[in-house]
Every structure is written in structure tokens, then in C-alpha cells.
């Protein structure tokens, strides 16, 4: 049986409803050109001796909690609390899209969506976080406040099947970045320090030939807790919203909110990895997981104990990321895109925030949104702030299921060709392996052959 990619997408959103008991949430992987990196996943690796490497920052915010507004100067505001370098990265061409895909996220927690790079020099993993200077790529705030406490970029980002779509700029300089990406949730906001943010952070090394080098903000100075878009009272009518921190840098493009279709699983690169020939690198193991068996009858049952024998196998195949791996996942399990499960979810915040702050909104907490077909295309990413208009709401209202179809694995053919930053070859490749008009294949290793910009 085929599963279509909208059936696939409204699987893994299951089987993650079913999996989660929604306290807040973290990012359990991104997706880069239909290939998954896994992020740190909280609910695993604190417990192991041995985690592996992955291309998210370490956390041991097991709590699933948030910074507030009294530690903006402090350096748990930079990539969460307590956080340490990721030992891994993943590569990215300037201009590529990354998909970065959430737990289930509370719809009471309304507020701003942003995304942030800041340039590592030569290493990633060893980077002191307090000299990194942040300079923002994206961002979404108030959407429309038509129905008060209104529709907000992490509504968006509910809507988008928990996910979050950024464009790294297409101009930006060659080199090693942390993505910092975060929702800000502002239900109790009408009280100073009553904000939460939820930072999350990335290695990535971006490839290109660009020469945009935008100056940044250092981590702890890019708020103050009486910002205007973080000291707010949600909950009456708003006619603008101003969005905290720097302003967008200019060569950012905004982009429209989908999501991304998981074609094939990557393993972060490593320092080591990067100086040895084969091996690791951007590894792509074929895995179809939208046509597999075994994904049918995960949708059938979509239980806990399904989805955290899918999870463990997600951690398995990325546990090694020295070894190429060339299974598919159809044997093991509908490999859902990560995330809890057994693990408690119930922790203590672990950090200064106060767990009971978070029910002030006048919505279900954990009424996680199942309604997972409604992509929004209505293209409004790019405000910046919000005016009133007549126009927003029904810009919202239009929904296009249109998730990412590029580039499936085993649904192309070799006679199509790719388009800019796709994949184009590779062991185990099976997909078109000539560039459209403008773009070489470029091989980055054995595994895995770009598509980029002809110079
Ligand atoms: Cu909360």
C-alpha cells in the first residue's frame, strides 16, 4: 500500500500526539533537503553514558522548560539552560531550507517565532557560546488579532505539523554557524518577567559562495524584559506588535510555513569525520518510509509502546555516526521523527521558571491540535510587526496542503533533474542525478552529491 505524503505527515503527527503528554516542547530533529538530523533528544540521551552526536545543543532541560526574562543577561538565554556545544553539524547550502520540527506544542503558549545565525570560526563544538553574536534570519509575531489573544507565529508553527520552515540567506558567507531558533510564548506576559523563551540551537557548516557577513548581537543582550514585545498584555486587542531583539538583517528571506517531508536519515559530521575521506558526512540511508508496511500498521494502532519502539530506532541508526548505514527503516518501524515517550515528560521545569505560570491561557493546555492538514501558504511570514488590516484573516484562512515533495526518495527518476542544493548523487542515491539549468553536482563525499550554483 502507498501512503501519500499528506497520509505519511498526519502518521508521524499521530503517532507524536500519542507519544507526548505536552508539557512544553523542544525540537526533535530538523530536516535539510528531505534528509533528518536528529536533535538532543531530552527524553534519552541525559540518561545515557554515552549519548550520541547529533547536531543539536546538549540540554539537560529534561523538564521541558523555558528561560525567563530575569536571565536575559545570563548565558542560559543563549541555546537554554545549562546548554553545551553540539558535537556534530550538519551541512547546509546558502540558500537551502530547514524544516525544524517540534513536540507538540501547548496553543495557549501564543507568541513570536525567531531564527537567528551567529558565526562559529572554525569550530562549532568548541565555541565559547558567550562570544557568539546572533543576527536574525526570520521572524513571525502577531499574525492577526482577530480573535483576541489573536493567531501568532507559533500558532503558524502548530499548524505546520509542529514544524518551522527558515531559509538560510542565500548570499551569507561560506562557514560554521549555530542556528538559534526560538519560540517565545507570551500567555503571561502581562507580568514583567512573566515571558518564556525556548531557545534551541544547531551546528551548521553553510555552503556557497556568498559573501554576506552580517555583525550580531551576543546572546545575552538580545532581549530586556520590559521589551515591548515581551512585557504585553495578549490577551487585549493589540493593533501593532513589535518584535524583541535585533532587527531582520537584510538578505534574510522570509519564507512560507510548510513542512518537510522526511526522505532519508543523516548523521551529524564531526571534526574527525570532516578531515577523513568516506564515512559520516552528510550520510543518507534510503529509507522510504512513506511506503513502508510497517508504517500502515503503526497508523492502525499508534500506540505509545509503537512509537517508542519507533523512536528507539531512530536513535539507533543515528547512534553511529562514523558507520554509513544502508538499512532502510521499513524493516524496523515507521520511524517516527523522534521524540518521548517513556522517558517522563512530567519532570520539574529544571530552571527558575514556574510550571504553574503556564496554564494562563484560556486554552487546553494539552489540547494538542490534530488538525494536521492545514499548511498555512498564506505566505505572511514576512511581517515583521503587525498592522491591523482587513486582509490578514483571510490570508490565514487559506490553506493549501502542500507539504514538500521534491526530491522523495524512489519517486523521482534518473531522467529528471535537480533542483539548486538538492541531492543529485551518492551511494544508495536512486534519484535524479542532473542539475537543473545554472547548477553543477558537486560531491561532498561518497554518500552524498549536491546540487549547486555553477560558478
Ligand atoms: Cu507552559
Known sequence: MQLTTTTTTALWTAL?????????????????????????????????????????????????????????????????????????????????????????WPDSHHGPVLDYLAN?????????????????IDGVGLVN?????????????????????????????????VLRHEIIALHSAEELDGAQNYPQCFNLKVTGTGTLSPTGTLGTELYQSTDPGLYIDIYSTLTTYEMPGPTL????????????????????????????????????????????????AAADTAAADTSAAAAASVVSITAAPTTFVTATVASTSAAAPASSSAAGDDGDDGDDGDD????????????DDDDDDDDDDSGDSSADSYVASSTAAAAVAATTPAPTTAAVAGSSSSSDTQSMYGQCGGVNWSGATACASGASCYSYNAYYYQCIATS
Not at 482577530?146 to 558567507?173: C, F, H, K, Q, R
Open 356 to 367: 504553574s505560570d503556564c496554564d494562563d491561557g484560556d486554552d487546553d493546555d494539552d489540547d
Open 249 to 296: 538583517i537584510s538578505g534574510a528571506v522570509s519564507v512560507s510555513q510548510s513542512s518537510s517531508s522526511i526522505t532519508s536519515y543523516g548523521n551529524a559530521t564531526t571534526a574527525d569525520d570532516s578531515s577523513a575521506t568516506a564515512a559520516a558526512a552528510a550520510t543518507t540511508a534510503a529509507a522510504a518510509v512513506s511506503t513502508t508496511a510497517a508504517a500502515v
Open 16 to 104: 507524536l500526539s500519542a507519544a507526548s503528554v505536552a508539557a512544553h516542547g523542544h525540537v526533535t530533529n530538523i530536516v535539510i533537503n528531505g534528509v533528518y538530523y536528529e536533535g538532543f533528544d531530552i527524553d534519552v540521551f541525559p540518561y545515557e553514558d554515552d549519548p550520541p552526536v547529533v547536531v543539536g545543543w546538549t540540554t539537560p532541560n529534561t523538564g521541558n522548560g523555558y528561560i525567563p526574562p530575569s536571565e536575559y543577561a545570563e548565558p542560559n538565554i543563549i541555546c537554554h539552560e545549562n546548554a553545551t556545544n553540539a558535537k556534530g553539524y550538519a551541512v547546509v547550502g546558502a540558500g537551502d531550507k530547514i524544516n525544524i520540527q517540534w513536540t507538540a
Open 120 to 136: 562559529c570560526g572554525d569550530d562549532c563544538s568548541t565555541v565559547d557560546k558567550t562570544t557568539l553574536e546572533f543576527f536574525r
Open 145 to 177: 488579532d482577530t480573535d483576541v489573544p489573536g493567531y501568532w507565529g507559533d500558532d503558524e508553527l502548530i499548524d505546520n505539523d509542529s514544524s518551522w520552515l527558515v531559509e538560510i540567506p542565500p548570499e551569507l558567507a561560506a562557514g560554521n554557524y
